[in-house]
């Protein structure tokens, strides 16, 4: 593969920025443009305010690359599969520098941001039925079949997660479809609906979602509305915080939703979703799991997304603490809300407007198992 120097970070066409290397290669150094120092944003306020510096990252935890650049990439299943297809054609994938990955990507990520120059790999676009995209992924994951990995990574449209996605357009909109992993029961699509469904009963904002053909679960793309691609940043690339080593707490988050949106609504909207994870037992709420919408500078929550009982989480505790608790309470709750301003009696309503709209479904309803303990 050909060695790439420098990358221009494009945002709707105009040039945001450009990427280059550190001598030893070892880290990314960017610059944002001139003109859009005049008339843009920052696309990352934490790591590039918007200002005429040069900034370098830092070696660790995205191997010298900025975590909003890092966020572009496919992780978990995308990687997987973009690691296989460029062994096929005898590429060294340990070999390739942040720069080369991203080019890859191009034009063709989740989100708004664009990398130039593209490279263009060799991918097939055949047109397949669900049921056949979920049997060559089952087969791809279980090293029973290499050949369809690029088949599968096109499809996938650089989308995160470790389970097998594609991206899908009908007359509703753009749908991201979502595929059950080699150790997920045949009824998970429906059981990731059900969940849905309970987290909006509670008052959590989820985008659109629906199951096609009875068992693929759906959920509307919020990073591309009305044809229109979205900014859009993840805690985790926001805050240079990697999902490998869990480390996030709550009160980090609300704290991030009250710097970006500067808005109580919001702040209070990730308060009950905070709630929502621990009370319904979805421990796997890591910093990749929360992202932020940004249009032209102006940032807010994005909807709730990937949300699915996990009760095993890591080693038993949710990826992102409470109060510095894998295992919380609601009095750890009700006090990473008061570092926010949330008063105690507010955050116990919104506990127990949560608890109170789970403890009502029917225990045969996803009733969640740590719900119970704290009740």
């Known amino acids: 593969m050909n060695s790439i120097s420098k990358l221009f970070v494009k945002y709707h066409g105009r040039l945001v920025g450009e990427l280059t290397q550190t ?7 960017f610059c944002y443009d001139k003109e859009w120092l005049a008339s843009g944003f920052s696309i990352s306020p934490l790591d590039l305010p918007l ?41 060294d994938e340990s070999r390739l520098t942040p720069l080369q990955r991203l080019s890859i990507v191009g034009n063709a990520g989740m989100g708004a941001l664009c990398y130039e120059p593209e490279t263009r790999l060799e991918t097939a676009t055949e ?16 090293e029973r079949n290499e050949k369809d ?16 996605k594609c991206l899908y357009h009908d007359a509703e909109g ?38 096609f053909e009875g068992k693929y679960f759906a959920s509307r793309r919020f990073d591309f509305v009305d044809g229109e691609r979205l900014h859009v940043a993840t805690a985790g690339a926001l805050l240079n915080e990697s999902i490998t080593y869990p480390k996030l707490d709550y009160k980090t988050l609300l704290h991030l939703t009250g710097f970006l949106t500067q808005d109580p609504k919001q ?38 997304y990937d949300l699915t009982p ?51 479904r029917p225990r045969n309803y996803l009733f969640p198992a740590a719900l119970s303990s704290l009740l």
């Open 23 to 29: 001598p030893d290669g070892r880290r990314c150094v």
């Open 51 to 91: 200002k005429s510096d040069l900034f370098i990252a830092p070696e660790q935890p995205f191997w010298g690359n900025f975590g909003i650049f890092e966020d572009s990439l496919p992780d978990g299943y995308g990687r997987y599969l973009l690691n296989r297809m460029l062994r096929q054609q005898g590429i």
């Open 127 to 142: 047109t397949l039925s669900f049921d056949r995209l979920q049997a060559m992924a089952l087969e791809v994951l279980s």
């Open 149 to 164: 990995s690029a088949l599968l990574y096109y499809k996938s449209g650089n989308s995160g997660g470790c389970r097998p």
């Open 174 to 211: 753009d749908w991201l479809v979502k595929f059950r992993h080699t150790y997920d029961p045949k009824d998970f699509g429906l059981t990731e609906y059900r969940y849905n469904e309970m987290a909006r009963r509670c008052g959590i904002e989820v985008p659109d979602f629906k199951v």
């Open 267 to 304: 702040v209070e909207a990730m308060f009950r979703l905070m709630a929502f994870n621990v009370l319904a037992d979805n421990k796997d709420d890591h910093a990749k799991n929360f992202s932020f919408i940004c249009r032209e500078g102006h940032w807010r929550l994005a909807p709730a």
């Open 310 to 360: 996990v009760p095993e989480g890591y080693h038993g505790e949710h990826a992102t603490s409470v109060n510095g608790n894998g295992k919380p309470s609601i009095e750890d709750m009700l006090i990473v809300g008061e570092s926010i301003r949330i008063p105690r009696k507010r955050g116990m309503e919104i506990i127990e407007s949560v608890r109170s709209t789970l403890y009502d």
